[in-house]
Structures are given as structure tokens and as C-alpha cells.
């Protein structure tokens, strides 16, 4: 079971070893797919939790609440509407995360939604409105 979240650190916690802790304590992978973290400055991560067992990812998630962290379960993804899509390549500028790439070889867009952290700015950018967002 894998949930995407994500993390709103205050300035007074920022500088604890929370997913650290999330690690050990819960045996929950997790997987940085964004980070926005300095010393005594609110900071944001966009993270990936795996564990085999739901109710153990609910534990950790309940943990990171306990201890100050805001959590918001990103339930939402990108929609790629193939049909519309002109293979610009405007929105793979914009994609910090990688997950919007051009294929070399046909020169196509192709779509990682793995790499996905749900800026939404790939939407805002997309001349022909072939991206939106589902959820």
C-alpha cells in the first residue's frame, strides 16, 4: 500500500529527525519526491509511504500529526488526454519532477505519474488543455 503526502514542517520541528523516526518506528519506506526544508523556516516535503499494511501506514501517519507535522493526503492525479495533446513539449519545461519527458525517438510526450508531485503548473502551462487534474 503506498500513499503520496504531503508534509508541512514548522519552524520549530524542522530541525527534528522525524522521517528518521517514521522509518524506524513504523517500518514505512518512504520515497522524497519533493523537498523544501531550511534551518529555522517552515519546510514542505512531498513524500511516498509504503507499507504492506494499510494500518501501519495510518500509525505513521497519525505519528507525524502527534508531533506537529501537517499532513495532507494527496489523493488527486494529472490526467493525459492523448487526443488533444500536440507533443509541444511546453509542459515538460515547467516539470521540475521528471515526470513529464519528450520520447526521443517519435518525439511524443510521455507521462510518469510516479514522478508526479502535483504542482498543477503542467495544467496551467498546456496551450491545448491536454493535462487536468483528477480527484
Not at 82 to 101: F, M, N, P, Q, Y
Not at 109 to 134: F, R, T, W, Y
Amino acid at each position: 500500500m503506498k500513499k503520496r503526502v504531503l508534509l508541512t514542517y514548522s519552524p520549530a520541528i524542522v530541525d527534528k529527525p522525524i522521517t528518521y523516526d517514521l522509518i524506524k518506528k513504523y517500518d514505512i519506506v518512504i520515497n522524497i519526491l519533493q523537498a523544501k526544508i531550511f534551518p529555522e523556516e517552515e519546510g514542505q516535503l512531498i513524500i511516498e509511504l509504503e507499507h504492506k499494511e494499510e494500518a501501519r501506514l495510518l500509525e505513521g501517519i497519525e505519528y507525524l500529526e502527534d508531533v506537529g507535522v501537517k499532513v495532507k493526503i494527496l489523493e488527486k492525479s494529472i490526467i493525459f488526454d492523448r487526443e488533444l495533446c500536440i507533443d509541444c513539449g511546453v509542459c515538460t519545461g515547467i516539470c521540475k519532477s521528471g515526470a513529464l519527458t519528450m520520447d526521443p525517438k517519435n518525439w511524443e510526450l510521455e507521462v510518469n505519474d510516479s514522478k508526479c508531485v502535483l504542482c498543477e503548473m503542467c495544467i496551467i502551462v498546456c496551450p491545448v488543455k491536454a493535462l487536468s487534474l483528477e480527484g
